[in-house]
């Protein structure tokens, strides 16, 4: 059994958290995290009960904003929007109360996300091994640069810095 500090033992449960949140099996949430077997991923999922952080997730500040987007497309095309002008004005005054600084941090957690999700999936259609491998590889990479560039950012945008 690997051994890891709290903070990377914590890093790896929120990950898979997250991975778990998104669909994807015990198995290849292993093969995406570092040095985790499926079994271990099965025991994170029944002890800090993911399944019920699934079905509570909230919707995300992209899909809010899509779904503003998505209705003043429909109003400028005559259609009834899925949200009203009133609403769609009550989003973007909670959007606006963000400094620009969290704006950019939120935004670029939502881009990363993304990114990450990408990859995953072309992991997951990935046939070769070796293919496997290597996208495994670069999300490593692109993980761990991402994380320290949000980490100073968070710093900076919550004054720790």
């Known amino acids: 059994m690997a051994r890891w500090t709290k903070e990377i033992r914590e890093r790896k449960i929120s990950h898979a958290k997250q991975l778990y949140c998104k669909g994807f099996d015990s198995q290849t949430i292993a093969d995406i995290i570092e040095d985790v077997q499926p079994s271990t991923i099965d025991e994170w999922i029944r002890v800090y009960e993911f399944d019920k952080s699934k079905q509570s997730q909230m919707i995300a500040l992209s899909e809010i904003r899509g779904s503003i987007l998505e209705s003043y497309a429909a109003l400028l095309d005559g259609q009834t929007p899925k949200i009203t002008p009133d609403?769609?004005?009550?989003y973007a005054t909670a959007f606006e109360k963000f400094s620009s600084k969290k704006q950019v941090l939120t935004y670029m957690h939502e881009a990363y996300e993304m990114l990450c999700e990408e990859y995953m999936k072309d992991i997951q259609?990935?046939?070769?091994?070796?293919?496997?491998?290597?996208?495994?590889?670069n999300l490593r990479v692109t993980r761990s640069v991402m994380e320290k560039v949000l980490t100073r950012l968070t710093n900076e945008v919550i004054g720790h810095e």
């Open 87 to 90: 609403q769609a004005a009550k």
């Open 125 to 137: 259609k990935a046939e070769k091994k070796k293919d496997k491998e290597t996208l495994l590889g």
